[in-house]
């Protein structure tokens, strides 16, 4: 247990079984009156933002979350299976709960599982992946000096805008915070 006044940006703290990660804090002092601890918590779970406002020594179970290595096997359905790279055992977590991250997962990849109390709660991939072009139209010829783009499908199912000169077959770098291109390989 932690008291409110130990809470910093991107703690992870457990309110009510629901899992939640400081996102600001303030530590507000008033001339007359009591202190007190204003805070943005997003829940985990369902990705919603609340506000809360805590007194400085009011006590907060901190959650200790686990990481492990792994490595992205494949999508059954709405699930993604995952292997834990230490002890080969598999875990598997929904789609909803990975939210715009199955956007870059490729076979084999790997990740880091996020486990709370033994429970698998989210995976962190990597900031840049590399995938192939999978579907492209063809750019327009004398077209390639202006930073014109067109859209394209990659080998996992996500479209976004790219140069015209990248086609078919294409390996492109992705940055996965923004879903952005970033250059070809």
């Known amino acids: 247990m932690i008291t409110a006044n130990d809470l910093r940006g991107g ?5 009510d079984g629901e899992l939640y990660v400081v996102e600001e ?5 008033r ?19 609340i506000k809360k406002v805590f007194q400085p020594s009011q006590k907060i179970k901190d959650a200790f979350i686990v990481e492990k290595n792994a490595q992205y096997l494949y999508k059954e359905r709405e699930d993604f299976h995952f292997m834990d790279l230490e ?4 875990r598997i977590i ?9 956007n870059f997962l490729i076979e084999n990849m790997k990740v880091i599982l996020q486990l709370y109390e033994d429970r698998l709660i989210g995976i962190e991939i990597p900031n840049f992946v590399e ?11 004398g077209n390639t000096v202006s930073t014109s ?23 492109i770098r992705i940055d996965t915070r923004s879903g952005e291109y970033v250059g070809k390989k």
Not at 25 to 29: D, G, N, P
Not at 31 to 49: D, E, M, Y
Not at 87 to 90: D, L, V
Not at 131 to 141: E, R
């Open 94 to 102: 929904s789609r909803e709960n990975l939210g715009e991250k199955v």
């Open 11 to 15: 703690m992870k703290i457990d309110m």
């Open 149 to 171: 783009t067109k859209l394209v499908v990659l080998e996992s199912g996500y479209s976004l805008q790219a140069p015209l000169f990248i086609k078919e077959g294409d390996i």
């Open 31 to 49: 001339a007359r009156g009591s202190a007190f601890v204003r805070t943005k918590l997003k829940n985990l779970g369902s990705g919603q933002s």
């Open 131 to 141: 995938l192939k072009v999978k579907k492209a139209s063809p750019g327009v010829k």
């Open 87 to 90: 002890t080969f055992e598999e």
């Open 25 to 29: 804090f303030q530590h507000v002092k």
